[in-house]
């Protein structure tokens, strides 16, 4: 059993129909699909590929191996001889990118991120209109939820990127890539490694691996979006598993909804009866950060609702 693989550059033409039913199962069976002919330039893709393992390899390589929280507990875990896993951290090293400031980082990476998110936030509006079809929503209805108080075009989601890398463990029996859990946002799109594995996905009780597939688009939905569908679509649980061998790299962007959107079901989705309650984003976000790694129903009950 493997994840979708969706040709996207046949959204527009005459396999249309066709294109937009796989990625609505997709969305129902799954939560999980990879896009492949998605628009964003192969030549960008190879530049930010290489860019971030240049800066991870000279930049983060050696602080990880030598002062890393994750290194430092397996270490202290092996001088006790102890059999037990380490639960409660990730063999993951992350640095993010928010806005166009990051200063610190090389002027060739930083003008490169900054074309490619571009190109990403430009497929997130592309996709957020597919399920708006999808479901039977008005164009633009999920990416307006999103932008709360919304201004002369100008957005007010939250779109981020965390470039991770998950370097070679010496117990990856003992340590998680990273723990099992869902996102809490809405739409995330991410440019895995091609050529090491270790993602994988929950699907009917069963882990799967989201196979590495040259310049493909992950995408998988968040927990804002299963809401907005009242259930139809599902965030679906993932992890990453740690390797011996191979420095997996991971760059994941996140279209989530403003701190201040109000989110529930769509009017149109599920008629009278609403299986989740309406909240604002940043109380979900408040709920979320103590509860990511534990079962997810729970939050939605947790969170203050409108």
């Known amino acids: 059993m493997a994840i979708p693989v969706i040709d996207f550059s046949k959204i527009n033409g005459e396999e249309r129909e066709k294109t937009l039913s796989e990625i609505a199962t997709a969305c129902e069976e799954w939560g999980f699909f990879q896009l492949m002919n998605h628009g964003i330039p192969l030549e960008l893709l190879n530049k930010v590929k290489k860019l971030s393992s240049e800066w991870y390899k000279t930049e983060r390589e050696e602080a990880f191996k030598t002062s890393s929280t994750p290194v ?110 869902t996102d809490a946002g809405g739409v995330v799109l991410l440019f895995q490694d091609d050529e090491y594995d270790g993602l994988q996905v929950l699907k009917d009780g069963e882990w799967i691996d989201v196979q590495p597939l040259p310049n493909a688009i992950v995408i998988n939905t968040g927990d804002q979006i299963e809401v907005l569908s009242n259930g139809r679509y599902k965030s679906a649980w993932h992890r990453v598993l740690a390797r011996e061998e191979g420095n997996r790299r991971s760059i994941a962007s996140f279209y989530n909804p403003s701190y201040k959107a109000a989110i529930g079901p769509a009017a149109e989705e599920g008629g009278s009866e609403k299986k989740y309650p309406k909240f604002v984003f940043g109380d979900y976000m408040d709920v979320y950060a103590n509860q990511k790694f534990m079962p997810k129903e729970p939050r939605f009950l947790a969170v203050k609702s409108l």
């Open 72 to 181: 430092k507990l397996l270490n202290e875990l092996l001088q006790k001889n102890s059999e037990a896993k380490l639960e409660n951290v990730d063999w993951e090293d992350v640095f993010t990118f928010v806005n166009n400031n990051q200063n610190e980082w090389p002027s060739t990476l930083k003008e490169a991120m900054i074309e490619y998110r571009e190109e990403v936030r430009k497929l997130a509006s592309k996709m957020m209109e597919v399920m708006d079809e999808n479901l039977g929503l008005a164009k633009g209805y999920i990416k307006k939820a999103f932008n709360e108080g919304m201004e002369d075009g100008e957005e007010t989601a939250f779109f981020g990127t965390k470039v991770s890398h998950y370097p070679p463990c010496p117990h990856p029996e003992l340590v998680n890539g990273l723990r099992a859990h």
